[in-house]
């Protein structure tokens, strides 16, 4: 069974940048497309990237495109999300989900896999 463990979040400042991670363990990422979502207070789980299974091809929502890089090191069996520029907008818990083969799903539903989320506070 695929375990994901989200890690990185933190306390920023407006301006800053964080690298979220999000460890597997029970089975090797190299056949499962990963996606990062986050949600805020009182809204609903927002997708924000997607990385293929097949050929690492990358995803990502407008709203986030140039600044959030998302990336995988099949050799470590993880995957990350790169934050830069950070916003108090972008306040929120991060979580990472995987999906076995298929193509890059952009909804929570697309998703069989989640971890428990890591907390982003952007704030000075």
């Known amino acids: 069974q695929l375990q994901l463990v989200e890690s990185g979040g933190g306390l920023v400042q407006p301006g800053g940048s964080l690298r979220l991670s999000c460890a597997a363990s029970?089975?090797?990422?190299?056949?499962?497309?990963i996606g990062w979502f986050r949600q805020a207070p009182g809204k609903g789980r927002e997708w924000l990237s997607c990385?293929?299974?097949?050929?690492?091809?990358?995803f990502y929502a407008d709203s986030v495109e140039g600044r959030f890089t998302i990336s995988r090191d099949n050799v470590k069996n993880t995957a990350y999300l790169q934050i830069n520029s950070l916003e108090p907008d972008d306040t929120a818990v991060y979580y990472c989900?995987?999906?076995?083969?298929?193509?890059?799903?952009?909804?929570?539903?697309?998703?069989?896999?989640w971890g428990q989320g890591t907390q982003v506070t952007v704030s000075s």
């Open positions: 989900a995987a999906e076995a083969l298929g193509p890059c799903g952009l909804g929570p539903d697309d998703f069989d896999f």
């Open positions: 029970g089975v090797t990422l190299d056949y499962y497309v």
């Open positions: 990385i293929s299974a097949s050929d690492d091809s990358t």
